[in-house]
């Protein structure tokens, strides 16, 4: 089982980054998907979340609007667009996914870097 995630890296204020977690070795069509971040010395925090069945999207309040969450289940893959990103939003973000069971899953997360 894994979770993979790409796309992170290093972008000004106001700039944008996709990040990517393709999923394997699970039936991820199964599985609700999330993003959640963790800032130096913060706890980790729920960033956006996509449903297994129906596909709806909640997000923090923080990111509403600037950040979209996607999957495709036919790459096993789930998204975050990022944009106008903010300092504030430094942080690696983790993918998650889980499932009824409950079963649930980690990745090993991707920087983001905003700079002012």
């Known amino acids: 089982v894994q979770l993979v995630e790409s796309g992170g890296g290093s972008v000004q204020d106001g700039g944008s980054l996709r990040l990517s977690c393709v999923a394997s070795?699970?039936?991820?069509?199964?599985?609700?998907m999330m993003w959640y971040r963790q800032a130096p010395g913060k706890e980790r925090e729920l960033v956006a979340t996509v449903g297994s069945v129906s596909t709806r999207t909640t997000y923090a309040d923080a990111v509403k609007g600037r950040f979209t969450i996607s999957r495709d289940n036919a790459k096993s893959t789930v998204y975050l667009q990022m944009d106008s990103l903010k300092p504030e939003d430094t942080a690696v973000y983790y993918c998650y996914g889980l499932d009824l069971a409950p079963y649930d899953y980690w990745g090993q997360g991707t920087q983001v870097t905003v700079s002012s």
């Open positions: 070795g699970f039936a991820f069509r199964h599985y609700d």
